[in-house]
């Protein structure tokens, strides 16, 4: 099976072509992004392992199909500041590739539902959304969902360690998660509220304690309903761990909307200069996800949570590998393009992402008045 990587010189790039050749798969593992300078560094590094590079436009819909054309199962780590989703899904589905994304963009899920619909007897394997929030997240709220006769609403909350976002993508993450509107599922329709709104403290179980998080701008209230149509409410709200870089960050976002495009370069380096001030060897804030689903079991009103903490992006690269081995086991056996709640199950990654340092909690409780 010939493997690419998009995205291979980002930090979760990095990160999987690194587990790759540890593995010993670099055999014919093809390292694909538009950085000359990183690639070049990356085959230096691994040469003797038997990789290569490749360059790559990815807002190039031309160089996205010669790429995968060379390739069996494309891994993409591309951000949706380097490429619309909606473009790579259709070149994979155009070539017949098997494609795992850890895309976050909650903009290109319409257009991938539609091209899901269009697709008729596809003959790729298409997964997107393989990441931390969505993907990790999914895929708790579908298993403590389904442990229920009844569910009213699911509440996801993240907190991303800065460390994890000194990079142009996560930068550019950031600013895109709290810029503009954003999605919440609510009385069984999907709304528009503004990002980085309804702040509320959050405490995070495994000892990362109280953390703000507000509106988000994430996929899970578009895709959840598709798996639970039962549910009436999905709400995805985040923030960051550390003391508080939260409101800058917020600002900045707001700004992406009156601001020119050339200007988002400056707008991201703001970013960075405000998570430098919460990063670097001396702190060690740890990423922590919370998904809190509220309905009836055995007629009893309950509410079930689920807590991780780790690296969101050990932990997106960990989705994305565990993902490709099921692909290689065979266990993965229908062809289209699913999210990961409809196609996949948490026990299947729980171990892999234990071994990676994402640590799991749960607690049981009465719903709040």
């Given at each position: 099976?010939?493997?690419?990587?998009?995205g291979?010189?980002?930090l979760?790039g990095?990160?999987?072509?690194?587990?790759?050749?540890?593995?010993?798969?670099?055999?014919g593992?093809?390292?694909?992004d538009?950085?000359?300078?990183?690639?070049?560094?990356?085959?230096?590094?691994?040469?003797?392992?038997?990789?290569?590079?490749?360059?790559?436009?990815?807002?190039d819909?031309?160089?996205?199909?010669e790429?995968?054309?060379?390739m069996?199962?494309?891994?993409?780590?591309?951000s949706?500041?380097?490429?619309?989703?909606?473009?790579?899904?259709?070149?994979?589905?155009?070539?017949?590739?098997d494609?795992?994304?850890?895309?976050?963009?909650?903009s290109?899920?319409?257009?991938?539902?539609?091209l899901?619909?269009?697709?008729?007897h596809?003959?790729?394997?298409?997964?997107?959304?393989l990441?931390?929030?969505p993907?990790?997240?999914?895929?708790?709220?579908?298993?403590?969902?389904?442990?229920?006769e009844?569910?009213?609403?699911?509440?996801?909350?993240?907190?991303?360690?800065?460390n994890?976002?000194?990079?142009p993508?996560?930068?550019?993450?950031?600013?895109?998660?709290?810029?503009?509107?954003?999605?919440?599922?609510?009385?069984?329709?999907?709304?528009?509220?503004?990002?980085?709104?309804?702040?509320?403290w959050?405490?995070?179980?495994?000892?990362?304690?109280?953390?703000?998080?507000s509106?988000?701008n994430?996929?899970?209230?578009?895709?959840?309903?598709?798996?639970?149509?039962?549910?009436l409410?999905?709400?995805?709200?985040?923030?960051l761990?550390?003391?508080?870089p939260d409101?800058?960050?917020?600002?900045?976002?707001?700004?992406?909307?009156?601001?020119?495009?050339?200007?988002?370069?400056?707008l991201?380096?703001?970013v960075?200069?405000?998570?430098?001030?919460?990063?670097?060897?001396g702190?060690?804030y740890?990423?922590?996800?919370?998904?809190?689903?509220?309905?009836?079991?055995?007629?009893?009103?309950v509410?079930?949570?689920?807590?991780?903490?780790?690296?969101?992006?050990?932990?997106?690269?960990?989705?994305?590998?565990?993902?490709?081995?099921?692909l290689?086991?065979?266990?993965?056996?229908?062809?289209g393009?699913?999210?990961?709640?409809?196609?996949?199950?948490?026990?299947?990654?729980?171990?892999?992402?234990?071994?990676?340092?994402?640590?799991?909690?749960?607690?049981?409780?009465?719903?709040?008045?």
């Amino acid at each position: 099976m010939r493997i690419g990587v998009f995205g291979a010189a980002g930090l979760t790039g990095r990160r999987v072509i690194q587990r790759l050749v540890s593995s010993g798969e670099s055999q014919g593992l093809i390292a694909a992004d538009r950085h000359a300078r990183a690639l070049n560094d990356l085959f230096n590094l691994h040469r003797s392992q038997g990789i290569s590079v490749r360059y790559l436009e990815a807002s190039d819909a031309q160089s996205v199909r010669e790429r995968m054309k060379e390739m069996d199962v494309v891994i993409s780590c591309l951000s949706a500041e380097d490429v619309d989703e909606t473009s790579l899904v259709a070149s994979a589905l155009e070539e017949g590739k098997d494609f795992l994304s850890a895309s976050d963009d909650a903009s290109a899920i319409p257009g991938i539902r539609a091209l899901r619909e269009e697709a008729g007897h596809p003959n790729s394997r298409i997964i997107v959304g393989l990441g931390w929030s969505p993907g990790l997240s999914n895929l708790l709220a579908s298993y403590t969902a389904k442990r229920m006769e009844q569910v009213d609403r699911i509440k996801i909350a993240w907190s991303l360690e800065p460390n994890d976002l000194q990079s142009p993508g996560g930068q550019g993450r950031l600013l895109r998660a709290f810029s503009d509107r954003c999605y919440s599922f609510q009385e069984g329709r999907t709304r528009e509220v503004r990002a980085g709104s309804w702040e509320e403290w959050q405490h995070f179980p495994g000892g990362l304690g109280w953390r703000g998080v507000s509106y988000s701008n994430q996929p899970e209230p578009l895709t959840l309903p598709l798996a639970l149509p039962e549910v009436l409410e999905v709400q995805t709200k985040g923030g960051l761990s550390g003391t508080r870089p939260d409101y800058l960050v917020h600002t900045l976002a707001w700004l992406t909307q009156i601001m020119p495009n050339y200007a988002r370069e400056f707008l991201r380096h703001l970013v960075g200069l405000a998570l430098s001030s919460q990063s670097g060897p001396g702190y060690q804030y740890q990423s922590g996800l919370l998904v809190e689903v509220t309905g009836r079991r055995r007629k009893i009103p309950v509410t079930l949570t689920y807590g991780a903490k780790g690296s969101y992006l050990d932990a997106t690269a960990t989705m994305l590998l565990q993902a490709l081995k099921l692909l290689k086991m065979g266990a993965i056996t229908r062809k289209g393009i699913f999210f990961p709640e409809e196609i996949l199950h948490i026990r299947d990654f729980a171990a892999s992402l234990f071994g990676a340092g994402v640590h799991f909690y749960i607690s049981e409780g009465e719903p709040e008045s």
